[in-house]
């Protein structure tokens, strides 16, 4: 049987007299790629940020892992199972790339990121271990070697990689990735492209907002087409780029 992993139900979202989702709901299960699109202003952002505990909504439901989820803070969103990365790369920039990743493990530890930054006893005895497995995640996502620049001085592409490493040091069940691709060069993009695949073989399940609809087509197992905070779509990429109200929507406005 499918597990389903997230559940959301009827997310309605206002900003004065904008309505920026209206009856929004999607069901993702375990070790799928739901990919999330639509011209710009549709509202993806919106709904990440409702998801991931940023935005509270007006109306709707959730269910993570079969349970009652209700989104509030972001250190709770990521307690709770879901690890999101930012379309606008938030790393801490003088920290190294190890560092980075070890902060995002704290979340899962007893000590915690406070006994992180006060080093106690507790944290002490931990720390050896996260080292070792904030390595093996850099290892995993190619950036092995940079383990101890500072993550300002990596390149664009390889500062995303440790952002989903980071994701991924929470041991999410799902992990959520705002425009992955964004400034990437083609190489980097089918690296990446890559990398998700591996991620999911690896029984992880992926939500992901991209803007470029050829990678979001050729990665997800499903997607849903968000238009002025509309859901026009939702089904296989096949069934979606078919559907005559998505051509409409990126073909009739170019893109908006
Ligand atoms: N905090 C906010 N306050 C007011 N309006 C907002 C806020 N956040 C988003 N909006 C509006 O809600 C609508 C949906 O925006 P959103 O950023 O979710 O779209 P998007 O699909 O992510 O767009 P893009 O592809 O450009 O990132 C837009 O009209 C936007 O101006």
Do not use: W
């Amino acid at each position: 049987m499918t597990e389903t992993v997230l559940d959301v139900r009827g997310i309605s979202k206002r900003f004065g007299g904008l309505q920026a989702l209206s009856d929004v709901g999607i069901k993702i299960t375990r070790g799928q790629v739901y990919g999330l699109i639509g011209p710009n202003g549709a509202g993806k952002t919106t709904f990440f940020n409702v998801i991931t505990g940023l935005y509270t909504p007006d109306s709707g439901s959730f269910e993570l892992g079969g349970k009652p989820y209700q989104p509030t803070a972001v250190h709770e969103v990521a307690r709770a199972g879901i690890a999101r990365t930012f379309q606008n790369i938030r790393l801490f920039a003088e920290m190294t790339a190890l560092e980075n990743v070890m902060v995002g493990r704290h979340v899962r530890t007893h000590s915690g990121v406070l006994g992180a930054m006060f080093r106690t006893s507790g944290f002490k005895a931990e720390e050896e271990a996260i080292a070792k497995r904030a390595q093996e995640l850099l290892d995993y996502v190619g950036i092995g070697k940079y383990a101890d620049y500072k993550a300002r001085t990596l390149s664009y592409g390889d500062q995303r990689r440790l952002e989903i490493a980071r994701a991924l040091a929470t041991d999410p069940q799902l992990i959520a990735l705002d425009e992955p691709a964004a400034g990437m060069n083609a190489t980097e993009k089918v690296l990446l492209r890559e990398l998700i695949d591996r991620i999911r073989k690896d029984d992880r399940t992926i939500l992901l907002i991209e803007h470029d609809v050829k990678l979001v087509m050729g990665l997800c197992d499903r997607v849903t087409v968000l238009d002025y905070g509309k859901q026009i779509a939702e089904g296989t990429p096949a069934d979606v780029q078919k559907n005559e109200k998505v051509i409409e929507a990126y073909l009739g406005t170019g893109g908006h």
